[in-house]
């Protein structure tokens, strides 16, 4: 009876089965979606980039002004999606015209623009995800390749002599100083965009820079005189803290611009380039006249008055950068070596009203021999300072009026100082060993300067492509063959983009193809000055030739003939 049942069941099950799996199958092919979705086109991807029959990556350099860009993909492309799928356009983001035809059986395209392209510009082509397949895939990720093109070697402007270029470069740059100085004060903006804002620091260049223009006949004496009666007429009404000026003015009303927060009151360096360039002035205008007697008491009021000795605070063995009415000592910066401040302890020491004693220098200076270096870089002995010698300007501002020529002291020979620390700036930017575009034995200079959306002091410990003009122009008396081959690839090879108003501009980057629009007093003045310095050592001759100056100098521990 068991055994029967059992038959009976499975015989009834081999009948259902069957059935139930048809009523399933026929529900599932009928029902509500008798034809469902077909799957999504497969996305694809990029696979290659040639550039001019090259992949090097996604940034190319030198690029020529007619490139080849073949950009293939994993699968065959649909052409009628190429044109809104790729934008080329110039930094600027001005559209490039161009052209695309399919290659590889599709897969690849060739884009080349109609026009050659401008030279040291940076260009972006990229194909976005729009860009289809043949059976309507999208791009899976979107590609982007950036294209520098090289300089026009073709010379911009016809070729004149050294000496004639020297002197078109020094007349130009002292546009800044004569044409653009504030209307009220005389005295020089802090840059081209500053407005009101005058920099006392930048003035004592621009003094020394209307010098220049006297020698050079690019303006009479008189002329000179009445701009500098204007500057120190000003400056004798200008706010002072203890006799120190602070670093921005502001130029219709002498009132104290705050540099930062707490920046608001004296500067000790920068008020030093200022009667750096006060001094030289006195001793450049010395006519038995009235008016020339008169301006050199009025400097010697204003150079007397600087309290030098006070910025030791309480009488340490150091001077201090800033002070403020507001903050006092809170900057608490003490000037040490060695950097771009010597000029700061010679005048202090210089004083005839408020002298600092040899032991401020050697201890807070010098600070007891610790600013020492003697290291070697490219096979270049490297007296003071930091690694490799950190921006060109340690060897500018300091030695716009003290000669570098046979000086020295326990310390160094400065000669050898600025000379090996030019040399190093330049067989750096030579060597190059961080493969910028640009940079050569005739693109070379890194010192503090404008960059792209800031500001930094450019070094060879702190190289980010970018070159400025005054490093290597600032050392035309140490370089003179490197500074000279600088000079004419900045005028005859860029000077279209760096040549302007008022000299070159600050800064640029070949490797980023990017060109300042700005000018700074600070880096135009020492163009000018060292240039001239170099030519015919005016300004060395003038400021050395101060009586207080030797007795400073010597009392510090100073040799040279000059003393």
Excluded at 18 to 46: Q, T, V
Excluded at 85 to 90: G, H, I, L, S, W
Excluded at 438 to 457: E, F, K, M, V
């Amino acid at each position: 009876m068991g055994i029967a049942t059992n038959n009976i069941n499975r015989n009834s099950l081999s009948f259902i089965l069957p059935l139930l799996l048809f009523a399933g199958c026929s529900k599932s092919a009928g029902g509500n979606n008798p034809n469902p979705p077909a799957p999504p086109p497969a996305s694809f991807s990029f696979n290659t980039l040639r550039v001019d029959g090259v992949f090097t990556g996604f940034n190319y350099y030198n690029t020529r002004f007619n490139p080849a860009i073949q950009v293939s993909f994993s699968t065959k492309v649909k052409q009628g999606s190429v044109g809104s799928a790729v934008t080329f356009k110039n930094k600027s983001g001005v559209d490039v015209a161009y052209s695309a035809a399919m290659q590889n059986g599709d897969s690849t395209i060739l884009i080349q623009p109609n026009n050659p392209l401008a030279p040291l510009t940076q260009y972006s082509l990229t194909v976005n995800t729009s860009l289809q397949s043949q059976q309507n895939g999208n791009l899976q990720s979107s590609v982007t390749v950036t294209l520098n093109t090289p300089i026009d070697s073709t010379d911009k402007f016809p070729g004149i002599t050294d000496d004639a270029l020297l002197t078109l470069v020094q007349k130009q740059t002292f546009k800044y100083f004569w044409d653009f100085a504030h209307p009220v004060s005389g005295l020089a903006r802090e840059r081209n965009t500053s407005g009101d804002v005058v920099t006392s620091g930048g003035s004592g260049f621009g003094i020394m820079a209307i010098i220049t223009g006297i020698s050079r006949s690019f303006i009479t004496r008189a002329e000179g005189l009445a701009r500098l009666q204007k500057i120190v007429g000003f400056l004798k009404t200008a706010k002072t803290v203890h006799g120190a000026y602070p670093h921005w003015l502001n130029g219709a009303t002498g009132a104290i611009v705050p540099f930062s927060t707490k920046d608001d009151g004296a500067d000790l360096v920068e008020t030093s380039y200022l009667m750096q360039g006060l001094l030289t002035a006195r001793q450049f205008f010395n006519g038995a006249d009235a008016s020339e007697t008169t301006l050199r008491n009025d400097i010697n009021t204003l150079w007397n008055a600087v309290e030098w000795s006070w910025f030791r605070k309480n009488n340490e063995n150091v001077l201090y950068w800033h002070y403020s009415d507001n903050y006092t000592w809170d900057m608490n910066m003490p000037i040490r070596g060695w950097n771009e401040c010597l000029i700061t302890y010679v005048l202090a020491a210089s004083s005839n009203t408020y002298s600092i004693p040899k032991a401020v220098y050697d201890n807070g200076w010098a600070r007891n021999g610790s600013m020492k270096n003697n290291n070697t870089y490219y096979g270049i002995t490297l007296p003071l300072g930091p690694a490799m010698g950190g921006p060109l300007f340690f060897a500018h501002y300091s030695f716009l009026g003290i000669d570098p020529q046979g000086l020295s002291d326990a310390y160094a020979n400065y000669w050898d100082q600025n000379k090996n620390h030019s040399l190093i700036n330049y067989n750096y930017c030579k060597t190059n060993p961080q493969g910028w575009y640009g940079y050569s034995d005739r693109c070379w200079g890194l010192t503090a300067s404008d960059i792209q959306n800031g500001y930094t002091a450019s070094s060879p410990t702190n190289d980010i492509s970018v070159i400025a003009p005054t490093a290597a122009l600032s050392s035309f008396p140490y370089t003179p063959a490197e500074s000279m081959q600088a000079l004419k690839f900045f005028y005859y090879k860029l000077g279209d983009r760096i040549f302007k108003d008022y000299g070159f501009v600050d800064a640029f980057s070949l490797h980023n193809a990017w060109f300042a629009d700005s000018f700074l007093a600070i880096d135009q003045g020492p163009i000018i000055i060292m240039i001239e310095n170099y030519r015919s050592k005016l300004l060395w001759n003038l400021f050395m030739s101060c009586p207080e100056v030797k007795t400073g100098m010597t009392n510090l521990g100073f040799q040279s003939p000059q003393l």
